[in-house]
């Protein structure tokens, strides 16, 4: 099992030394990866589910923080929890995403990417709602033509996007194309997932049954896409107290990381029972 951890600065904060401390404690308790959210514009009354996000909450740009956090640590894997892909150009996301992976040494490999719930947000970057689902699927597969293309250029000709011969250098370090995970809670996202994804990265708010359904779809799709189901990695919500029944059950389940939340005191905790590790602060 691998296991990751969430990097939100609503809770942890955005100075300096705060995130540079957090990301290397992190990786000296031997965490895999670190995730970080995305909200690009909130506003007042926008919900997720039941739950109102206060329009103040400080998200960060997730690709800057990512950098930040490779500049200040030399392991620790880089992942988005999730990236919202309808709102970003593929063009110049391939860019920034392979700059960040050259630099980091190949550690931008846990791009997760989601659709978004908040319609203010879509209206307030230009994009249209109803059709994000659609448009992220273009997304993916315009990346995925950037990084593998060569010198003579890829073109595309989509609904959304449209490539002439294009060139996109520095391609990822030492692999032909950065894997993209799915993330969301809906049927769509897991067959999205199979048919297009690397991994599956549902949302937290899902009953056993529905979640099991959703893992079966992912792996559904992949097998009539033509792809192998087994090549899909299953990362997990999990929380960071919880005990070894908890991880033998997700294990159970064919996840295969688990990502968790905490401050430092309790990542020390944590890393001590599942990574093998002793740290204290």
């Not at 997932?193 to 599956?200: E, H, I, P, V």
Request: glycine fraction near 12%; hydrophobic fraction near 40%; charge should be negative.
């Amino acid at each position: 099992m691998k296991f990751g951890i969430a990097y939100n600065t609503a809770l942890h904060g955005l100075e300096a030394e705060q995130v540079a401390g957090f990301a290397r404690h992190a990786e000296a308790c031997g965490f895999e990866s670190l995730f970080v959210p995305e909200h690009s514009v909130l506003y007042p009354g926008a919900m997720v589910g039941p739950f109102e996000i206060p329009p103040s909450m400080p998200y960060a740009d997730p690709l800057d923080l990512l950098s930040f956090v490779a500049a200040s640590t030399s392991e620790i894997l880089l992942g988005t929890g999730v990236l919202l892909l309808p709102y970003h150009h593929p063009v110049h996301l391939a860019k920034r995403l392979s700059t960040i992976d050259v630099l980091s040494g190949g550690r931008m490999r846990l791009l997760t990417v989601g659709l978004g719930t908040l319609p203010g947000e879509a209206h307030a970057l230009g994009v249209d709602f109803a059709s994000r689902g659609r448009r992220a699927d273009e997304a993916i597969d315009v990346l995925r033509l950037l990084w593998t293309g060569g010198e003579e250029g890829v073109s595309f000709d989509g609904e959304f996007f449209s490539l002439d011969r294009a060139c996109s250098f520095p391609k990822p370090y030492g692999v032909p194309s950065l894997p993209v995970h799915v993330g969301g809670s809906s049927r769509a996202a897991a067959r999205r997932a199979g048919r297009r994804g690397d991994g599956f990265f549902p949302g937290g708010a899902l009953g056993p049954e529905e979640r099991a359904l959703q893992w079966e779809l992912a792996r559904s799709a992949a097998a009539e896409a033509g792809r192998d189901p087994g090549a899909l990695e299953y990362t997990r919500w999990g929380a960071i107290d919880m005990d070894a029944d908890r991880v033998e059950e997700l294990a159970a389940q064919g996840v295969t990381r688990i990502v968790v939340s905490g401050d430092l005191d309790q990542m020390s905790a944590f890393a001590e029972a599942y990574c093998g590790r002793s740290t204290s602060m």
